[in-house]
């Protein structure tokens, strides 16, 4: 018996609702940039959930995609943490605000 | 004659000297190069002035040369060398100009041969006397006679009025220059004056008479329209004689301050600080005969005004009395000298003021000799002593300084007027003149010959004679003055004591043509012109030789009484002076004259210069401090209105600007977890109005 379709769209909701959390309160950067991976994989779930409904390949194709781009961000994402870390000695981006005006 | 269209380059030799010394001397030339360079100028000048002198006879035969102008009737050559100051057309239409031009007549030959020769001896004689002074000073020392010379020259040649008062300057300030040679050195321990002081006072005392002189000049051209001396005194003769009289005053001053007249002559025994050599050249023999050869210049002008000539003569004879008693107590050698310059220059100037024009020039010459010859003796004695210049601590030098003594015993005599030395024949003729105008200043020249005789004889005993008081220090270092020092010293004698052969008067010559050559050879200027001949010639022979007699004794006992106070009893002078104390007191303090202008003259001007310091300090400076104040007060104004109301508006469009920003501001916190906030916040408002309004 199959899982309805709509406890994967609510569990998938909870977890993009997780990373949205964690992104908005943590203080860590690397913290942040796992809660953005959260928040991609809640959307990998739905490509993939309606993929398998709608008998279709390109939802896990996609899917596929995102996790290598998600990689490549976050290996971008590492290398700024690690500069900031170089710099300021702190990855705590509530430290980093030079941007106020 | 080619000689007289070098008459330019008599002055300029000198000048090339004091060019080449002062440039160069002291740093390249060695310190013979510095003596020869400036002997060598003057000896050229005085080779190119004796050549012009030998041709003036001749010069009416000169062929026709470019600038050279020759009245035969005067004997009388003029170079013109170029315009100098062009003025224009008078208002009668003449062209009136200021050339730069040389005249050279009997008078100028007479004082162009005088200053040359003796310059040139007293020249040799310096490389001698400043042997011992460092490279600088010594070059410096004769760039200055250089130039000395050169002004001289100028004055002596000058053609016109401005042209011999450049000269006049000239020397003036080479007379400042060397008198405060030594300007480091103290020259008066009592009255606490420097070398530097003297140079001041003799410049000064000259400026005063020097804006006589220009004033003079003024008048002149003022009352004829002309500078130029002949053209002057070719027209005294329709001037009034108030302007005339005028004229010849004013010129008198300038004349009292050159040639040490009353009241100017200050500064003629304070400028003995210079070195002997200079004293020698223009403290006796050159400048200060200046005035008198001036006065000698105008003569047609003073002729015509007669108060003027009387003028003249009393102050010369005053002068030559004043010094003369003043002289006779100094205890300096060349203090001594000094007065007796005065005194002589006093006689010169009685001679011009009753008339003996040529009997004062003649006095000049001779003078010009014999005076030369005492400083110079009197600077080898000092020499010889190491710088000591009190003759009470001289005495018995005759046998150590031979040469010295011998010239200075020819000099002395010379001077006393004992036939037949110069002096006396010169002397002769201004007491003769004198005699002739008035028997009241024939007694003051006589008294003032007998001084004149009583006081040098005394400064020969002291200095040469008696016991020797000087210091064992000077005795080790004495010695008799080096041959350069020694010649010039012997041709001097010889020309003192044969000098006046060429004015004999004539009562006295065996023949005509001996008679009073000199006096003939100068008429030309004298009478040329249509001046009235100078003193009316009086023939009394036996008048003549009779006052003749009488000024020999009374220079003879003149020096008989030195002779008795100084050498036979020699306790006399101290005894004498003990006696008549207020007298001897006052002669030794000079009249106390210096005090007098001291508190008449400079205590006035000290307090008019401390009257205007404060007038300076309290008025104008308070006038032009209330200017800064007023500017000052102003200014605050415009700072408040500039910070408050200019600055203002600026800053309130800043403020406002920043004001409107303020709450922009603090949307950029800088926290990129609040924007991300506001984002999602945002995407939720888009989504929420989104769906409710397609109504799901």
Redesign the interface.
């Known amino acids: 018996m199959p899982v309805p379709p709509s406890h994967i769209l609510v569990f998938s909701l909870l977890l993009f609702a997780v990373g949205v959390l964690g992104v908005l309160t943590r203080r860590n950067a690397i913290v942040i940039l796992m809660s953005i991976e959260l928040m991609m994989n809640s959307a990998n779930i739905n490509f993939i959930m309606f993929g398998q409904r709608l008998h279709a390949m390109s939802g896990q194709v996609f899917s596929i995609f995102t996790i290598a781009v998600a990689a490549g961000e976050v290996a971008v994402g590492l290398a700024i943490v690690l500069a900031l870390f170089r710099n300021r000695d702190t990855i705590h981006v509530d430290e980093v605000h030079i941007m106020k005006g | 004659m080619a000689f007289l269209g070098w008459l330019f380059t008599i002055p300029l030799f000198p000048a090339a000297g004091f060019a080449i010394n002062g440039l160069l001397g002291g740093r390249v030339l060695p310190r013979k190069a510095v003596g020869y360079v400036a002997c060598g100028a003057v000896l050229l000048s005085f080779l190119v002035s004796l050549g012009a002198v030998l041709g003036l006879g001749g010069a009416a035969q000169l062929p026709a040369t470019p600038g050279l102008t020759v009245d035969a009737e005067a004997h009388r050559v003029t170079q013109v060398l170029g315009s100098w100051m062009p003025m224009g057309r008078s208002a009668s239409g003449e062209e009136m100009s200021v050339d730069w031009a040389f005249a050279l007549d009997p008078l100028s030959a007479v004082m162009l041969l005088v200053v040359t020769g003796v310059g040139f001896l007293i020249h040799v004689y310096s490389t001698g006397y400043m042997a011992h002074e460092p490279p600088p000073a010594h070059a410096r020392f004769f760039a200055y006679l250089n130039l000395f010379m050169a002004m001289m020259l100028t004055l002596v040649l000058g053609a016109s009025l401005p042209v011999v008062f450049v000269g006049w300057e000239g020397v003036g300030l080479c007379s400042y220059l060397l008198i405060g040679f030594y300007y480091d050195r103290m020259f008066d321990e009592k009255t606490r004056m420097s070398c530097a002081d003297a140079g001041r006072k003799a410049f000064i005392t000259n400026r005063i008479g020097d804006v006589g002189f220009v004033l003079g000049m003024l008048t002149l051209f003022w009352a004829t329209g002309t500078l130029d001396i002949q053209g002057v005194l070719a027209k005294v003769g329709g001037l009034p004689t108030g302007v005339c009289t005028a004229a010849a005053l004013l010129l008198f001053v300038g004349a009292c301050g050159k040639s040490a007249q009353i009241p100017l002559y200050v500064w003629l025994p304070d400028a003995m600080a210079g070195p002997t050599p200079v004293s020698a050249l223009i403290h006796a023999a050159t400048m200060v005969t200046a005035g008198v050869y001036v006065t000698c210049r105008m003569a047609p002008l003073y002729l015509h005004a007669p108060g003027a000539m009387l003028t003249v003569a009393i102050v010369g004879a005053l002068t030559a009395l004043f010094a003369a008693s003043i002289a006779l107590v100094q205890t300096d050698i060349k203090k001594v000298l000094a007065y007796s310059t005065v005194s002589q220059l006093g006689y010169m100037m009685l001679a011009a003021g009753v008339g003996a024009f040529s009997a004062g020039a003649f006095h000049l010459m001779t003078h010009a000799f014999f005076k030369a010859l005492l400083f110079l003796g009197a600077g080898s004695v000092i020499h010889a002593l190491s710088g000591e210049q009190d003759i009470r601590k001289m005495g018995g030098l005759d046998k150590h300084v031979p040469w010295t003594h011998h010239t200075f015993v020819i000099a002395t005599l010379a001077i006393a007027g004992i036939f037949p030395l110069s002096g006396f024949f010169s002397k002769d003729e201004i007491l003769w003149a004198a005699f002739n105008r008035s028997p009241i200043l024939w007694l003051i020249g006589a008294v003032t010959a007998g001084m004149t005789a009583f006081y040098m004889w005394r400064l020969y005993i002291l200095v040469f004679r008696g016991e020797e008081r000087f210091s064992e220090e000077a005795r080790h270092h004495l010695h008799e003055s080096p041959r350069t020092m020694t010649v010039p010293l012997a041709v001097l004698a010889v020309l003192a004591a044969i000098g006046g052969f060429v004015g004999i008067p004539g009562a006295i010559a065996w023949t005509d043509g001996m008679a009073d050559r000199f006096g003939r050879y100068l008429a030309p200027v004298f009478e040329a012109g249509g001046a009235a001949h100078g003193h009316e010639a009086v023939h009394a022979p036996g008048l003549e030789i009779g006052l003749m007699a009488v000024s020999l004794l009374i220079a003879v006992s003149g020096l008989l009484l030195g002779w008795i106070f100084y050498e036979r009893r020699p306790e006399m002078p101290a005894l004498l002076a003990e006696r008549l104390n207020g007298l001897y007191r006052l002669l030794a303090g000079k009249y106390y004259v210096d005090e007098l202008y001291g508190k008449i003259v400079l205590a006035p001007y000290d307090a008019l210069c401390r009257g205007a310091f404060l007038f300076d300090k309290w008025v104008l400076d308070g006038i032009v401090n209330a200017a800064g104040y007023v500017t000052l007060a102003t200014s605050y104004i415009s700072v408040g209105f500039d910070t408050y109301v200019v600055d203002g508006l600026v800053n309130m469009a800043g403020y406002t600007v920043r004001g409107f920003s303020w709450m ?10 609040s924007y ?2 506001a984002m ?1 916040f945002g995407i939720f408002v888009l989504v929420s109005v989104y769906l409710l309004s397609t109504g799901h």
């Open positions: 922009f501001r603090k949307l950029q916190t800088g926290f990129v977890q991300a906030t999602i």
